[in-house]
């Protein structure tokens, strides 16, 4: 292929014809795609053994925007928020800060931890939730996770422990929620509960639990007795920390 180069006569700088430029683009397009390509080879044969953060980044990313190299937005992605997990948490409005990320890239990040979230939200109905405590953690760890106000809510259960339903009741300022013990128990009765595992976060993640949280949980137990409606435990999200009231002899 002859390639005619023109100088610019301002700038001395070389121009390329048309027929160049439009060359230059399909090497660069297949260059991406073999890139993709090999990313997307690796990943099959053996997951993401092997593979740096920003190559799982990267991989994603090759899904959500088309005929870019995403390597350097990749990198941009864990330098703004440090890891894996602080990408995934990242709220919508601050992904979609990151240059070259786009409306559909910030979208499809942020459905990452929420499709997990379904995934272990569906392997709980029909199960002993007591038998399971490592899925209801990190269940709940997902859940609320990246929240940026504090929040209080509860898994309520029939008699047997089997999940009946998830639900954020009540939902606070960066450091305090108005909890009313009322309302809860009348939400337990109208599902026909017979047990609950109470949570609410701390989002500053500061993994203890206050005097105001031990004694409130100890009041509503006492409460929830006489309707046969059990409080099963209490979990504290705290940044990735979640810890059991019972566990910790606060109930």
Not at 75 to 101: N, Q
Not at 165 to 189: C, S, W
Not at 204 to 227: F, V
Request: glycine share 6%; aromatic share 8%; proline share 4%.
């Amino acid at each position: 292929m002859s390639t005619d180069l023109k100088p610019d006569a301002a700038t001395n700088d070389v121009l390329f014809d048309e027929e160049t430029c439009f060359r230059l683009h399909e090497l660069m397009d297949a260059s991406i795609k073999g890139h993709r390509q090999r990313l997307r080879q690796r990943f099959s044969q053996r997951g993401f053994d092997g593979f740096h953060d920003y190559e799982v980044l990267e991989l994603l990313l090759t899904y959500a925007i088309a005929r870019t190299d995403v390597k350097p937005l990749a990198k941009s992605l864990l330098t703004r928020f440090g890891t894996l997990a602080g990408v995934f948490d990242a709220p919508l409005a601050e992904l979609k800060e990151i240059h070259g990320i786009g409306e559909s890239g910030a979208l499809f990040l942020t459905l990452i931890r929420q499709v997990e979230v379904r995934y272990l939200a569906s392997d709980l109905p029909g199960r002993q939730l007591l038998d399971r405590p490592e899925r209801v953690r990190a269940y709940l760890r997902l859940l609320v996770q990246g929240r940026g106000m504090e929040c209080f809510g509860a898994i309520f259960t029939d008699q047997q422990h089997r999940l009946l339903t998830t639900q954020i009741l009540f939902e606070g300022t960066v450091d305090r929620t108005a909890v009313y013990p009322r309302n809860l128990m009348k939400r337990a009765l109208e599902l026909d509960a017979r047990g609950m595992i109470l949570f609410h976060n701390h989002p500053g993640g500061t993994p203890h639990a206050s005097n105001e949280d031990i004694e409130l949980t100890r009041r509503m137990a006492e409460a929830c007795a006489p309707l046969e409606l059990k409080i099963l435990d209490h979990f504290l999200i705290a940044d990735r920390e979640v810890l059991s009231f019972r566990e910790h002899g606060w109930f």
